[in-house]
C-alpha cells in the first residue's frame, strides 16, 4: 500500500504519525510548500467531508472572521482552505484511493491492522 502523508514538518501529530508508519514507504508532502492544495482540497472534502477536515481547535480558525467561519463550517469550504492550509486537520493520509484524516486509533488500526 503506498501512503502519502500531507502536514507540516513542525506538527507534532504529523511526527507522531510518520514514527508509527515508519516501516512503511511514506512520502510526507508539506502542506503548505509542496501540496497541490487546488487540486487535493476538494477531493479531501468529497472524501471525508468539512466537518472531519476543517480544525477549528486552530489559531487561524479563531483569526477568522464570522462570515471565514460561515464559509468553512458550509460545503464552501474549499476555497478558505486553499487559503488557510494550516485550518486542515492533520495529518491528511492518502491510502491507495482511501483518505484518513488525524491520527486516532481509528486511522492506526486502518494503516498499521493494530
Not at 42 to 64: C, D, I
Request: hydrophobic share 40%; net charge neutral.
Amino acid at each position: 500500500m503506498s501512503l502519502t502523508l500531507y502536514g507540516l514538518k513542525n506538527c507534532d501529530t504529523c511526527k507522531k504519525a510518520l514514527k508509527a508508519l515508519g516501516d512503511q514507504d511514506v512520502r510526507f508532502v508539506d502542506i503548505r510548500a509542496e501540496a497541490d492544495l487546488e487540486k487535493k482540497v476538494p477531493a479531501w472534502l468529497k472524501a471525508v467531508g468539512v466537518e472531519a477536515l476543517v480544525n477549528k481547535r486552530s489559531t487561524t480558525w479563531r483569526q477568522l472572521s464570522d462570515e471565514e467561519k460561515a464559509a468553512g463550517e458550509s460545503g464552501d469550504a474549499a476555497d478558505l482552505l486553499i487559503a488557510h492550509p494550516t485550518l486542515i486537520k492533520r495529518p491528511v493520509i492518502e491510502a491507495d484511493k482511501v483518505v484518513h484524516v488525524g491520527w486516532t486509533p481509528a486511522t492506526s488500526k486502518a494503516l498499521l491492522g493494530e
